[in-house]
């Protein structure tokens, strides 16, 4: 009678056990096995399981000798803010650092229940050799959104697949979005801490793109309206202002990996005397009474030869 | 002469592009396309098969509605997983355009209306009456909204791309308090427009002292939707819960008597509920059971966290700022939010808990 009491209590605990809350950060795709010179592509998920989550970092490395990286892509994340941008270095794989403000439980949708996981980015992986491949997560950290930085006890998990020559090429085929959309619309801002650049004015931007991702800012700072094609460079926030005097309008020029562009200005702090709007204004009325005098000069001129 | 009158054409032009160049402001203009509406529900009640609060349904329980009632002709309606109506199965679909009256009958919200736009989000939900509601995408600013009287807002922002955005949510409070950040992550769909119903922003919450002389009361006072319920919570070895109504400006208070309080420092938060809706906690306000009344100073004038620049607000600049200091040696103490003498990740979780936009 004990033993069954015991053996229905053990039932009943595995029955009944709730599942423990544990993030996972995963690496995902849809191969096991693929052929050589093929491409892939692989997915960093976040899943919060139930938890808020405001903070990522973590390492991919890849098997070098089997495979190279075509290609990664950080449009559409949930990482809102990245310290450190996923860059690829050989040897040293790829390292990314970010956060998400506010924190990320699941992305809702109409059409399910729940929070469904969400991506931090992708890769596209080819084939290289024959061979046990595999992608994995080094160092991750995944923490709480929780006011104190609490590391969240994440589930890490990597990939394994087989490179083989016996795959067939046309097996696996990666999709191709087409980017067409420029970068979301963004708003630069003017700042100066004594604590950075030796408090000087420095410009601050961070564009989202929800395809391709943002590969890269143009910045240039001129007394024109109109930005000069010729005049971007290529900045990363945080940048200092060559313009201290913030008399310059700053244009900013947002890239994304497909070229799309989206281009913001800020305005003028401290415009020249010039330039400020009344004087602005008044000119431009001068400019168009003269247009209108000369106008009219003309035509009486026309209609008195005819 | 016709020489000359090429003059004045010539003239003419340009002073027309002149004029073009000088009146029209610099922007792009993106066209909308018709679409649909989708409609995502926040609801912390959904799935326990009774349609209440914001959901149009819950499982087998319709509130009554049929494809009729939603202005199809026949067929059967029945409930999507997050509680609003699936249409697929009613027959010919007429689209209803809306009219100057609205309304359309209770619970819901005039949901399965189909307004020709691009993408996109229409945010929906309570705050506290007359409040400044403000939009975050993506972490930054994006619009702000007065809620009615009723305490109800709505917000929309157009011309988004498809994809998943990351959005939040505050209120500011008559006394100019905001409210904890309510957020979510929301997949938007190109050419569609998708409705974010049912938010519930958190109440504020202040308390009229920082030290308590053990055995005097602590006022908790602060500001939620008209009328709701709001449940104080003070946390301490073992839980204190009160229940408490907001008057019809939402302002409420509560005064605790902190006999049953060891000496200390315990903290205090509030959630509101309003017909069947339940917002979530509120910020923590802390105090500390002592041996004598400090009164707290105006909340407003607190330094926020992650405040680096000390302009009231957490936002890029501040994290630009501490990411400057990322893996540097000897941080300024004010970016060093956790003093472990170093910027890391920790650092930036704790502004991101902070974050205002």
């Not at chain 1, 794989?93 to 809702?108: A, K, M, N, R």
């Not at chain 2, 409930?79 to 355009?97: D, L, Y």
């Not at chain 2, 630009?320 to 040696?329: D, E, H, L, M, P």
Request: charged letters at 20%; a neutral charge.
């Amino acid at each position: 009678m004990k033993r069954f009491i015991f053996l229905l209590f053990i039932t009943y605990s595995l029955l009944y056990a709730v599942p423990a809350l544990a993030a996972k950060l995963e690496l995902v795709s849809s191969i096991s096995e693929i052929g050589v010179g093929q491409e892939f592509q692989v997915d960093l998920i976040l899943d919060a399981e139930g938890e808020d989550i405001n903070a990522a970092q973590g390492k991919i490395i890849f098997s070098e000798n089997l495979l190279e990286l075509k290609n990664s892509n950080d449009g559409n994340s949930v990482i809102t803010f990245w310290i450190q941008k996923p860059v690829y270095v050989e040897g040293k794989g790829i390292e990314f650092s970010g956060v998400i403000p506010g924190g990320f439980s699941g992305v809702l949708g109409p059409y399910y229940k729940g929070g469904k996981p969400g991506k931090i980015l992708s890769l596209v992986l080819k084939t290289k050799n024959e061979g046990n491949g595999s992608v994995e997560i080094k160092d991750a950290k995944v923490l709480l959104n929780d006011g104190k930085g609490t590391e969240a006890d994440a589930k890490i998990s990597g990939l394994q697949f087989q490179v083989s020559n016996l795959i067939p090429s046309t097996k696996y085929q990666i999709l191709d979005s087409k980017d067409t959309d420029p970068p979301e619309l963004f708003t630069p801002e003017v700042s100066r801490d004594p604590n950075v650049f030796e408090g000087k004015w420095f410009l601050v931007f961070a564009a989202q793109d929800k395809v391709s991702g943002i590969d890269r800012y143009g910045e240039q700072e001129t007394w024109s309206r109109e930005p000069d094609r010729n005049k971007w460079q290529t900045v990363e926030s945080p940048f200092v202002l060559k313009d201290q005097s913030r008399t310059s309008y700053i244009f900013v020029k947002a890239i994304d990996r497909a070229g799309n562009e989206r281009i913001v200005v800020v305005t003028q702090k401290f415009a020249p005397w010039y330039k400020k709007p009344i004087v602005d204004m008044i000119l431009t009325l001068v400019a168009f009474v003269v247009l209108i005098l000369m106008a009219r000069w003309l035509w009486r001129l026309y209609t008195k030869q005819h | 002469m016709i020489f000359k009158f090429r003059y004045f054409l010539v003239f003419f032009f340009f002073s027309v592009l002149l004029s073009i160049y000088f009146l029209l402001p610099i922007g792009i203009i993106f066209a909308d396309s018709g679409g649909v509406t989708l409609t995502v529900t926040i609801s912390q009640n959904c799935g326990n098969g009774v349609a209440e609060g914001s959901e149009q349904c819950d499982g087998s329980d319709l509130a009554g509605a049929t494809c009729v009632s939603r202005g199809f002709t026949g067929g059967t309606l029945s409930c999507n997983a997050n509680c609003t109506f699936n249409t697929s199965s009613c027959t010919s679909a007429a689209p209803v355009t809306p009219s100057g009256g609205g309304g359309g009958g209770g619970g819901g919200g005039g949901g399965g209306v189909i307004i020709p736009s691009g993408t996109t989000v229409v945010f929906s939900g309570r705050a506290y009456p007359k409040s400044t509601v403000t939009i975050l995408k993506d972490a930054q600013v994006a619009a702000s909204t007065i809620a009615g009287v009723d305490s109800n807002f709505a917000i929309t922002l157009s011309n988004l791309s498809a994809g998943n955005y990351i959005f939040s949510v505050y209120g500011e409070d008559k006394d100019g308090i905001r409210s904890s950040l309510f957020t979510f992550s929301v997949s938007v769909t190109a050419g569609v427009t998708t409705n974010v119903g049912g938010i519930f922003i958190a109440p504020t919450i202040s308390v009229d002292k920082s030290e308590v002389k053990r055995g005097d009361d602590i006022a908790i006072f602060g500001q939620s939707a008209s009328q709701s319920e709001i449940t104080v919570m003070i946390s301490s070895d073992e839980a204190y819960f009160a229940k408490v109504n907001a008057d019809k400006d939402g302002v409420y208070l509560y005064n605790f008597d902190t006999s049953s309080l060891d000496y200390g420092n315990h903290n205090a938060k509030s959630k509101s509920a309003l017909a069947g809706s339940i917002s979530s906690f509120s910020n923590a306000v802390a105090f500390k059971i002592g041996t004598k009344n400090i009164l707290d100073q105006k909340p407003v004038k607190k330094i926020l966290k992650g405040d680096v620049i000390g302009d009231g607000r957490v936002n890029l600049i501040d994290f630009s700022i501490v990411a400057y200091w990322y893996n540097r040696a000897n941080p300024p103490v004010k970016v060093d939010l956790n003093g472990d003498g170093k910027v890391d990740l920790i650092d930036f979780s704790i502004m991101a808990y902070y974050w205002t936009g």
